[in-house]
C-alpha cells in the first residue's frame, strides 16, 4: 500500500519552469510515474522511474523539456518541466506501481495514484 501527495503545481507564464513533486508514503521501491491529463483530453503518461534510477520517457515527451528523479531517502519522486507551454496546461498525476513496464504501458492497471496537481501555463 501507497499513498501519494502532489504538490508544486500552479500558475506559470510560458517559458517559465516548474518542479512538481510526489511524495509517497508506505512501501518505497515502487516504480513511480508521472501522467497528465489536458482539459479535455485523455490522461497520458509522461515519465516513469525504478527506485533503482532506471528512467522512461515518453516518446511523446519533449527531450529536454521533462526530466524525472526520485530521492529515494525522502520517498519522494519529482517532476521538473522546463520552457512551459501553455499546452502543458494540465492536471499531473503521480502514480505508483510494481513494475516500471507497466506504468509506461498500462494506464488502466497502474493500481495507485495521487489527487494530481493542476498546472496552468499562460501564454
Known amino acids: 500500500q501507497v499513498q501519494l501527495v502532489e504538490s508544486g503545481g500552479g500558475l506559470v507564464q510560458a517559458g517559465g519552469s516548474l518542479r512538481l513533486s510526489c511524495a509517497a508514503s508506505?512501501?518505497?521501491?515502487?516504480?513511480m510515474g508521472w501522467f497528465r491529463q489536458a482539459p479535455g483530453k485523455e490522461r497520458e503518461f509522461v515519465a516513469g522511474?525504478?527506485?533503482?534510477?532506471?528512467?522512461?520517457y515518453s516518446a511523446n515527451s519533449e527531450k529536454g523539456r521533462f526530466t524525472i528523479s526520485r530521492d529515494n531517502a525522502k520517498n519522494t519522486v519529482y517532476l521538473q518541466i522546463n520552457t512551459l507551454k501553455p499546452e502543458d496546461t494540465a492536471v499531473y498525476y503521480c502514480?505508483?506501481?510494481?513494475?516500471?513496464?507497466?506504468?509506461?504501458?498500462?494506464?488502466?492497471?497502474?493500481?495507485?495514484w495521487g489527487k494530481g496537481t493542476l498546472v496552468t501555463v499562460s501564454s
Open positions: 502514480a505508483a506501481d510494481n513494475s516500471l513496464g507497466l506504468i509506461a504501458t498500462r494506464i488502466n492497471g497502474i493500481n495507485y
Open positions: 508506505g512501501r518505497t521501491d515502487y516504480a
Open positions: 522511474i525504478k527506485w533503482t534510477g532506471e528512467l522512461i
